[in-house]
């Protein structure tokens, strides 16, 4: 069984930076993919950037956050640039073989509705 457990978070002001890290273990590596997702008070989980045959983003963070793996895939990063408050949330790391379905909710800044594992969170809090 997958395990995912994320760290880094913390709290910054506006136009800082934090890198989050997600270390995965159990599961087959080839055969799924990694992306990040967010969850703030009161809204529903969202995506953020996810990692499969290629790298995307939701356009509320493209241009700020990158995300990458290590060469390994066993830890996956997202380096978050020029934070804003509205990025405050709970951050979560997930794994999927549903690609196709992972990719489309992230670029669409939506839930993912597939079978997936999800790590615990990390808090990422921004002050104006």
């Known amino acids: 069984q997958a395990r995912l457990v994320e760290s880094g978070g913390g709290s910054v002001q506006a136009g800082g930076s934090l890198k989050l890290s997600c270390v995965a273990s159990?599961?087959?590596?080839?055969?799924?993919?990694l992306g990040w997702f967010r969850q703030a008070p009161g809204k529903q989980r969202e995506g953020v950037a996810g990692?499969?045959?290629?790298?995307y983003y939701s356009d509320s963070v493209k241009g700020r956050f990158t995300v990458y793996q290590d060469n390994a895939k066993s830890t996956l990063y997202l380096q978050m640039n020029s934070l804003r408050p509205e990025d405050t949330a709970m951050y979560y790391c997930v794994a999927t073989t549903s690609c196709v379905t992972l990719r489309a909710s992230v670029e669409a800044g939506s839930t993912l509705e597939a079978f997936s594992y999800w790590g615990q969170g990390t808090q990422v809090t921004v002050s104006s």
């Open positions: 159990g599961y087959p590596s080839s055969t799924y993919c």
């Open positions: 990692v499969g045959s290629s790298i």
